[in-house]
Nanobody
Framework: QVQLVESGGGLVQPGGSLRLSCAAS????????MAWYRQAPGKERELVAR???????TYVDSVKGRFTISRDNAQNTVYLQMNGLKPEDTAVYYC???????WGQGTLVTVSS
């Protein structure tokens, strides 16, 4: 059973930056496509970014040029560097592991002045 632990969220002003981390258990991490999703209040969960085992990345249009997903296979950790944050980025952010149906507890990002 894969376990995912997200961290790094918090309150930040518009234009600020945060780096989210997701630590995953298990030996499949290095070949798994990992992804970050977010869910804003009253909205459905949406894909933000994904990174394949080989490093190929994709992003939702609303975060292109501002967010960067990366991974450290030696640490079984995936990151989301978020720059130029906007109020509409406010949400609970979750990471997802290709080979697991489970979700972590998420980490709350609040962008507000």
């Amino acid at each position: 059973q894969v376990q995912l632990v997200e961290s790094g969220g918090g309150l930040v002003q518009p234009g600020g930056s945060l780096r989210l981390s997701c630590a995953a258990s298990g030996s499949l991490f290095r070949i798994a496509t990992m992804a970050w999703y977010r869910q804003a209040p009253g909205k459905e969960r949406e894909l933000v970014a994904r990174i394949a085992g080989g490093g190929t990345t994709t992003y939702v249009d609303s975060v292109k040029g501002r967010f960067t997903i990366s991974r450290d296979n030696a640490q079984n950790t995936v990151y989301l560097q978020m720059n130029g944050l906007k109020p509409e980025d406010t949400a609970v952010y979750y990471c997802h592991h290709e080979y697991s149906p489970a979700w972590g507890q998420g980490t709350l990002v609040t962008v507000s002045s």
